[in-house]
C-alpha cells in the first residue's frame, strides 16, 4: 500500500469525532486506507446486497453486530442507517468509534450533516498525489506519461493499462452509478456529455453550449454537472472576487479531477499522443490544479483555490487564498520559460499591491530558480502547500 498523506488528518480526526467520514470518488482508495488504518475494527460493505438488506430492515440490529463500533464501507448505499448510528453515537461516547466511507458526495454529505451534526469529522480523499507516488518511487519520470496515467490507485498495483482501467472505470462507475443517480436513459448522449466534458477541462465554464453540443437543455446540463462534481469528477474553481478596480469574469472555470480519466475520454490513447495533442496545455493546468486541492484536501482543510481574470484579458491561472494574501501562481506547459510567460504575473503582482505574496510559476520544464522576484518551479518538485 503506497502511504497517504491523509492518514494523519484521519487520525486526528478519529480522535476527535466519535464519527469520521471518509468521501471520494470510486477506486480512490477510501476502504483500502481505512481498513489499513482501522484494521482492529469489524468491516462491512453496504454493496454487499445481503448487509444493505439487513441495514436496511432492520438497522438497530445491523449496528447491535458492532458493540465497539466498525468501518462501514459505501454508507450512501443505506442513508437511513445514519438516524440510528447518532443514537449509538450519543448513548456510547467514544471518540473514533465509527468509521464511514461513502463515494457520493451529493447524497452522503448531506445525509451524514443532518443525522451526525456536530459528531462527524469529514475527509475527502482523491486519487494519489504526485508527492505520494513520488515517496513511493513510482511517479513517472515524463511529464506526459503522469499525466496519461493520471492518479487513480488501482493502476498503480496491479499490472494493467490505463486506457483498459478508465475504460472499465467509466462502464462500471460513472455510466452506473451516476446514470442511476439522474436516471438517464439515452447512454449516447450520456457518453458524448462526459467527453465534451473533459474537453472542455481548464475552460471556462459555458453550459449553453455544452448543453447544446450535447443535445439536451441548459437545466439537464447544469443537473449534469452537479453530479459529476458531487461525484468528484469535476472541479468548478470560482473566479476570485477581487477586481482590483477592473471588471472581472464571473464564471467558474471547469476541471476534470483526474487527467488520466481527462485522457480517456479525450480518446487519446498513449502517453506520447498527448506530446502534440491541442489540450495538452490544458491537461497539465487540469493537473496542477488537481494537486493544489489534493494538498488541501488531504489535510483535511477546504478549498483556498481561485483563477482571476478580467474582461480587459487579464489572467492568473490560480490564486491561492492564503492568510488574508493572495499567492499567484502561473501554469505553463513548455518545458522552457520566455520572459513573456512572467510579465502576467509581474502585472497582476502591481494590480494587487500588498495583497499579493510569494508568485510562483509552475513549468514542465526540470529547473527551479528565481527571476525576476517569481519562483519558476518544475512540475515535479513544485511547492504544493496546504
Known amino acids: 500500500m503506497i502511504p497517504r498523506h491523509a492518514q494523519a488528518t484521519l487520525e486526528q480526526l478519529a480522535a476527535s469525532f466519535p464519527v469520521v467520514a471518509v468521501t471520494g470518488p470510486r477506486q480512490s482508495g477510501k476502504s483500502t486506507l481505512v481498513r489499513a488504518l482501522f484494521a482492529d475494527r469489524p468491516y462491512t460493505s453496504l454493496e454487499d446486497p445481503d448487509q444493505r438488506e439487513f441495514a436496511t430492515d432492520d438497522p438497530r440490529g445491523f449496528l447491535a453486530q458492532f458493540p465497539g463500533g466498525a468501518v462501514l464501507d459505501e454508507i450512501q448505499r443505506c442513508p437511513a442507517l445514519l438516524s440510528y448510528l447518532q443514537g449509538r453515537v450519543d448513548q456510547s461516547g467514544r471518540l473514533g468509534e465509527w468509521i464511514l466511507t461513502g463515494s457520493q458526495q451529493f447524497g452522503m454529505v448531506s445525509a451524514v450533516t443532518q443525522s451526525l451534526a456536530g459528531r462527524v469529522g469529514m475527509l475527502a480523499l482523491l486519487p494519489f498525489a504526485r508527492d505520494e507516488l513520488l515517496a513511493a518511487q513510482q511517479l513517472p519520470e515524463q511529464l506526459n506519461e503522469a499525466l496519461w496515467w493520471g492518479g487513480y490507485p488501482p493502476i498503480y498495483d496491479r499490472p494493467v493499462e490505463p486506457a483498459l482501467w478508465y475504460g472499465s472505470y467509466v462502464q462500471t462507475y460513472l455510466e452506473r452509478d451516476v446514470r442511476q443517480l439522474l436516471g438517464v436513459r439515452d447512454l449516447t448522449l450520456f457518453q458524448r456529455f462526459l467527453r465534451l466534458t473533459a474537453g472542455r477541462t481548464g475552460q471556462l465554464l459555458n453550459q449553453s453550449a455544452l448543453a447544446e453540443e450535447t443535445g439536451v437543455s441548459h437545466n439537464t446540463i447544469r443537473e449534469w454537472l452537479s453530479v459529476l462534481e458531487a461525484s468528484y469528477i469535476i472541479l468548478r474553481l470560482p473566479p476570485h472576487h477581487n477586481d482590483f478596480n477592473k471588471r472581472l469574469v464571473k464564471t467558474p472555470k471547469l476541471y476534470m479531477l483526474d487527467t488520466g480519466l481527462a485522457s480517456w475520454l479525450l480518446g487519446i490513447e498513449s502517453a506520447q499522443q498527448i506530446d502534440t495533442h491541442p489540450l495538452r496545455g490544458a491537461l497539465f493546468e487540469t493537473w496542477v490544479v488537481a ?62 499591491g500588498d495583497e499579493a505574496a510569494g508568485a510562483r510559476l509552475i513549468y514542465a520544464g526540470s529547473e527551479a530558480r528565481e527571476q525576476r522576484g517569481i519562483r519558476i518551479q518544475p512540475w515535479r518538485s513544485a511547492m504544493l502547500e496546504a
Open 291 to 352: 494537486e493544489h486541492l489534493k494538498a488541501r484536501w488531504n489535510a483535511g482543510r477546504p478549498s483556498n483555490l481561485y483563477f482571476w481574470r478580467d474582461r480587459a484579458g487579464r489572467e492568473v491561472d490560480l490564486v491561492i487564498e492564503r492568510g488574508g494574501r493572495l499567492q499567484p501562481v502561473e501554469i505553463k506547459a513548455g518545458a522552457t520559460v520566455t520572459r513573456d510567460a512572467l510579465r502576467g504575473l509581474e502585472r497582476w503582482c502591481e494590480l494587487a
